[in-house]
């Protein structure tokens, strides 16, 4: 059974950072394009950012891009999510996702494999 774990989440001040990190077991990462997504409160499920299968393109939803920076650590089968100047509206459940094997991080697409999410909550 693939577990994807997410960790880093927390309670953080407007302007502050975070790092969630997000480790799997039965699966290797270097095999799949990895991504983050996020669900805010009474709100859907969106993606904010992709890595891609081997040569690492990535993709970022246009609310997070010059703040968030996604990276992926495959001899630590680890993946990463950098938050920056962190906004209120950024407040929302955070899931680790497997999104595709071998996947080109092209759009946000239903994943493959889930993780259980980490919350984060920004104080204004």
């Not at 960790?7 to 290797?28: I, K, N």
């Not at 906004?87 to 094997?101: F, I, L, S």
Request: proline share 3%; aromatic share 10%; with cysteine.
């Amino acid at each position: 059974q693939v577990q994807l774990v997410e960790s880093g989440g927390g309670l953080v001040q407007a302007g502050g950072s975070l790092r969630l990190s997000c480790t799997a077991s039965t699966l290797t990462i270097d095999n799949y394009a990895m991504g983050w997504f996020r669900q805010p409160p009474e709100k859907e499920r969106e993606g904010v950012s992709c890595i891609s299968w081997r040569i690492g393109n990535t993709l970022y939803a246009d609310s997070v891009k010059g703040r968030f920076t996604i990276s992926r650590d495959n001899a630590k089968n680890t993946l990463y999510l950098q938050m920056n100047s962190l906004k209120p509206e950024d407040t929302a459940m955070y899931y680790c996702a497997a999104v595709n094997r071998h996947g080109a991080c092209t759009r946000f697409i239903d994943p493959d494999y889930w993780g259980r999410g980490t919350q984060v909550t920004v104080s204004s």
